[in-house]
């Protein structure tokens, strides 16, 4: 392990107690009227905040959250959420919803419990639907973020063994990413929390094999280089696009080994974590979701049987 990645890895139990204790605060809020996702100021927010705390458990073996989540995610509240979702299918699509994947495929890790699963096939099959009507642009960015939906729509369907589901993913994914060649760069993603380029580097790591990815990121990286950190937020929102890039460094390292790309990686975490204010600052800025994000990008520190 490299230098620097091994500098978190020492400290990563101490990071995650952080930051869960910082989204915990954002979740126990009744910022909205949703049933159940109503804290963390919006939905989406509110559904990677019970995400997180769920990961964090997963991570650390603490179960400090484990009654907040379970009060969060009662039966009656989720009956009514999934009735929401059903009868509204453009509210959080696709970005809110690629996060209730995410959360599902991490309780069923942690509990075994299968009782988010027949409304997380529902949302899946949402998703799957609205990429078949309205396509998929590899360039999108944001809420809007194609990669990132994707990335979970792969990886909640090879977690439920939806095989059909998963060879038209990677149908799509082999049309509209790798065959594509798109330029990235990195300037699009200024100003947003959604990294662009990385993220689809990670999401095409899922699909070829690691010889073959080996020769596509070379390529990548000679046409686009690698992220430098951003230094000082230009928005609010760009207080989230450290994490982000990191969620996909850490994939296009764990798929290449190459030590670049860890340094990167390492270097976006550090940047994202200091100063703490990045995260735990004004909570409507970044109180309230970038302790997530941060959540996100150090997962995978845990190992596979822990992390991601």
Known sequence: MSPELARFQDGKDAIAAELAHQVACASRRQDTRHPAFKGCVDWHSAVHGVWA?????????????????AS???????????????????????YGRAWFLRLAIDHHRLTGADDLLAFTDEVAASLHEHFRVQ??????????????????????????????????????????????????????????????GTNAAALIARVLDR??????????????????????????HEFGLN???????????????????????????????????????DYLVVGHWVAQFAMFALQPLFGAERGR
């Open 211 to 236: 010889a073959t990815y080996a020769s596509w990121l070379d390529g990548f990286i000679a046409a686009n280089g690698l992220p430098s950190p951003v230094l000082r937020a230009a928005s609010d």
């Open 72 to 94: 969060i995610l009662n039966a009656d509240a989720l009956c009514a959420e999934r009735q929401h979702l059903s009868s509204s299918p453009q509210f959080e699509m696709p």
């Open 53 to 69: 705390l769920i990961a964090y458990q997963r991570a650390t073996g603490d179960a400090r959250y484990a009654s907040l989540v």
């Open 135 to 196: 396509g998929i642009d590899p360039l999108s960015g944001a809420y809007a973020s194609c990669s990132f939906a994707l990335i979970n729509m792969l990886d909640y369907a090879r977690y439920r063994n939806a095989s059909e589901l998963e060879d038209e993913l990677v149908g799509w994914i082999k049309k509209d990413f790798v065959d594509a060649e798109q330029p990235y760069g990195y300037a699009c993603e200024r100003c947003s929390f959604m990294a662009v």
């Open 243 to 281: 994490f982000s890039r990191a969620w996909g460094l850490w994939d296009m390292y764990a798929a290449s080994g190459r030590a670049d790309v860890a340094r990167c990686y390492a270097e976006h975490l550090h940047r994202g974590l200091t100063p703490a204010t990045n995260w735990r600052g």
